[in-house]
C-alpha cells in the first residue's frame, strides 16, 4: 500500500448545472441538493486520497450566503487537508456562476471528513498526508482544532483535553 | 400577520424509505442524501412557522454514527426552536430503523437554520416562538449559543462578543 | 415469530413537499407521483407490521378532487387495516396543505394491499391484526367486503359469494 | 374545435425498461413506480382526445399479478374508452417482458380518468368519442357501470341511482 | 439459440412526456436528455434481436433540428437494420408532437451500435437479421458504408479499405 | 458585446460519481446516461464562450472503447474548438477512472456543436474564437472539415462542395 500522498494528488473540480428540480417555487437553489453536491464532490477527493470506498463521517458548519439560481454553474473544488488512522478531512469551495450576467463568487467553503472502509466494511488505516503549499500547511495544522471542536460537539470530548481549539479562542 | 407561534405547531415527521440510488457501492446510505432530506424535512418545519417560502442559511456540524442500509427507513422529526427577526432555527433528529432486523436507533441530530422570504425575495421578519416544554425551553435558552458559534465561525463575530458561548466553555 | 399486533404499532406519517420534477404544464402535482408516494407510505406501514419485505398487491379505486399544486405539502397517513394470511390491507390519508395560503385539507382516501414474502420470495404467514379504537374496529369489520369487491372486480370471486359485499348494497 | 374522436385516435404505446431505483430490496418493480408510469401513459392517450392539458380524476382498482423484476421491459397500451362532458375514462394494459427468458404475459390492467383543463385551469367540454371495433364498443357500453361504481365507491352517488352497475351485479 | 430474427420482430415504440427536469431555462428539452432516452428505446431493439444484455458500442451523428418544449410528447420507433458477429445496428426516429398545438414532426433520425453480452459480460455473436421491406433492405445494405464511416471516424480504418463508403462519395 | 474568446476561457471540467440508477443489469453506465452528461458538459463550455443560453444543434460519431462500472468516476473535459455566427463547436475528452484499482483511461471523444438563442428564443451571433496552443491550433483547423461532414451526413451539402473534407480523405 502507498504509505504517503501529497495534498496536490486529492484534487478534485466538479461542475453542476442547477436544474428545475433542484429549485424551490422561488427558483433557488435548496440547500440539501447543494450538500448532497458537496458530499460526493468531498468523498471523490477521500477516494482519490485513499483508494478504497468511503462513508461520510461529518459535516462541519456550512452557511449559505447568497441564494443560487436557476440556470447558475456551481463548481465544487475540493482537496484533503490531513488524515487521520481511518479518517480523512475534507476542504471544499463552492463558486457560483452567473454565465448570462457573468459573475462569479464564492458562495460557501465546509469541511467534510470521511473514513476508509475495507472489502468487509471496516474502517482501515489510510496513507498519510504530505501538505505542501503554504496554504495546504495552514490547513493541515488547523485540522487537530476542527476536529477537537467536531469530538466536543459531537459530546465525546470534554473542553480542558482541547488544547488546540483553545489556541483558537485565544488567538486565530 | 400572526405575532407568536407555538414550537409544537412547527413540529413535522417524514419518512423515506432508502432506495439504491440513495446508496454507494457498499450499499450504505450517502451522507449528502440524508442531509438533501434533513434540508427538506426542516424547511417544512420552518414553513409551519412563518408561512411563507425560506431559503437554508446554515446547517451545524453533523455527524453520522453508523452506515444506514439500502431498505432501512428513515424517520426526520423536527421543530423549530427559536427565531430571529428573519431566521429560524430548526432542530431535528434522523431515526433509522431496519424493519426486519427490529432495531430502532438515533442515526443523527442536527441545527439548521432558515431564512423567510416575501414575494420579492427579500428577508421579512416572522412570528416570535413560544417554547413550552421544558426540552423546548432549554432548546430555546441554547438557540443564542449556538447562534455565536454560527457567527464565529462564519467569521461575522469576535470571541469576545460572543458572551453565551463563553458559559459552553465554561460549563455546558 | 410475533402472533399478533396492533393496529397503532402499524401507524406512519410520511410528509413529501411538491417539487418542479413532479408537476405537469399547469403547475400540478401527477396524479401518477402521488400513487408512487402513497405505495411508499402504504408499504412502510405493511413492513411495520409483518418485520419483512413486500410487494404491492392491489390499490383499490382512487379518486383525487382538488389539484395539488408546486409547493404545497403532503402528508400521508397510513396504519394497517387487517391482516389475512400472508396479505394485509392498508388504509391511507393523503393531507395537502399549503403553508402560505395556510389551508389544509383531506386530498383523497385509499386502500393498498400487501403480501410479504421471505427470503425466498414466497408469500409468508403475517401476524394476526388486532384494532382497538372504534375507527380501526370499524375498517377491520370492512375489510372483508373490500376485500370481496377486490376479489369480484378481478374476476376472482362470483357475485353470489361475496356475502358481506352484499350487505353494502343494502345498507352501507 | 373537433366534435368526435375515433377511439384509434387515441392509441398510444409506452415501453419501459426497469432501472434500479424503481425497484424494491428483493430487485422487484415497485407498484407505485408502475402507476406513475400508467398514469403518464393514459395521460397521453387523454390528450390524443382533447388537445389539452388534463388532470387526473380517478384510477380504478389495479391488483398485480407476479413480480415484475430489473431488467424487465414494460408495454403500457392505452386507449380512450369514453367521453363525458369534461372526464375522459382509459383503458390500459401492462405486458411484462424478459427478453433473456423470451416471456411476456399481461400484467395488469386498468381504468384512469381524466378531466380536460382550460387555459385557466377550469374543466373543459371535450370530443365525444366514436368507439368502432366490438372491444371498443363493449367498453364504450361498460364505461357506464364502471363510472357508477366509482360514484358509489366515491360517496357521491346512491346504490338505488346506480341502474347500470346493478345490471353488472345480476350478470357480468 | 435462434439463428435468424425478421427486422420487424425487433420494432419497437417509446413514448415520452417531456416533464420540468428534462428542459434548460429555456424550456427546451435537454438533446443530452433526448440522448438518454434514444440510447434506451434503441437498446430495447437490439435486445428484442439477441434476447441477452447490451452495451452502446456508438452512436452515429445526431443533429437536431428545432427545439422541443416542456408539455411535448416524444415518440422514439426503432429496429435494428443488420448484425454483424456480435454487434447490431439501430435505426431510429425521434417524432415529436405538441397535442395543444396539434403538431407532429420528425424531430432527428439516428443509428446507433450495441454489442450483446453473454453471462460473464463478453461480446457474443447474435443472429443474422433478415430484411423484409423495400425500406429494410435499404438500410441493410447501407449498413456496410456506414460501419466503415464509423471505423474511419474511430481511427480503426483506413480510407482505401472502406469500399462501400467510397461509393457514397461517388453516388450517395 | 464582447468581440473574441481565447480556447483556453471555455474550458470546463465536470466529475461525476457512476451510481446504481445510471447502470443496466450488467453494472455497467448506461451510453445515454453518459451522453446526458457529456451534453452538460458541453453545453457548460459553449456557455462560458457566449454568455448566453444554448440548445444543442448536434452530437458527431461518439464509440464506446470499454464499459464504466458502477462507482467508477468520470471526468469530462471540454473547450470550444471554434465558433461560426452563432453556433460553437465544443471538443470533449471523459476520463474514467477507478480509484479501487487505481486505473484511469481515456473512455471516449465527441465532438457537438450548440447554438445560442437570445431572450426570444431566436439564433444569435456569437464571439470569435482565438485558438492559441498547437492543440487548440489543429482542432480550430479541423473545424471546418468536420463541419462539412456534419451537413452532408444532414443531407444540407453535397460531396463536391465539402472542399476541405475531401482534403482529410487525402490525407488525414
Redesign the interface.
Known amino acids: 500500500m502507498i504509505k504517503t500522498k501529497f495534498a496536490s494528488e486529492t484534487s478534485?473540480?466538479?461542475?453542476?448545472?442547477v436544474?428545475?428540480?433542484d429549485?424551490?417555487?422561488?427558483g433557488?437553489l435548496?440547500?440539501?441538493?447543494l450538500?448532497?453536491?458537496?458530499?460526493?464532490?468531498a468523498?471523490?477527493s477521500a477516494?482519490?486520497h485513499c483508494?478504497?470506498?468511503v462513508?461520510?463521517?461529518?459535516?462541519?458548519?456550512?452557511?449559505?450566503a447568497r441564494?443560487i439560481k436557476?440556470?447558475d454553474?456551481l463548481s465544487i473544488e475540493s482537496k484533503v487537508t490531513r488524515s487521520f488512522n481511518s479518517s480523512m478531512e475534507v476542504y471544499l469551495k463552492v463558486w457560483a456562476e452567473n454565465?448570462?450576467e457573468?459573475t462569479r463568487y464564492l458562495s460557501n467553503e465546509a469541511y467534510?471528513t470521511f473514513v476508509a472502509?475495507n472489502e468487509s466494511?471496516k474502517p482501515t488505516i489510510v496513507p498519510e498526508l504530505i501538505p505542501e503549499t503554504i496554504d495546504e500547511k495552514e490547513k493541515f495544522a488547523g485540522a487537530l482544532r476542527r476536529r477537537q471542536?467536531?469530538l466536543i460537539?459531537?459530546g465525546k470530548m470534554k473542553?480542558d483535553e482541547a488544547v488546540e481549539l483553545k489556541a483558537l479562542?485565544i488567538k486565530?
Not at 12 to 17: F, S
Not at 30 to 33: E, V
Not at 35 to 41: F, G, L, N, T, Y
Open positions: 478534485n473540480t466538479m461542475t453542476e448545472l436544474l428545475p428540480n429549485t424551490n417555487t422561488l433557488n435548496m440547500g440539501g441538493r450538500m448532497h453536491w458537496m458530499d460526493i464532490a468523498a471523490i477516494m482519490r483508494n478504497m470506498p462513508v461520510t463521517a461529518s459535516v462541519d458548519n456550512v452557511s449559505f441564494p436557476l440556470g454553474i454565465l448570462h457573468q467534510l472502509l466494511g471542536l467536531r460537539l459531537g473542553i479562542f486565530d
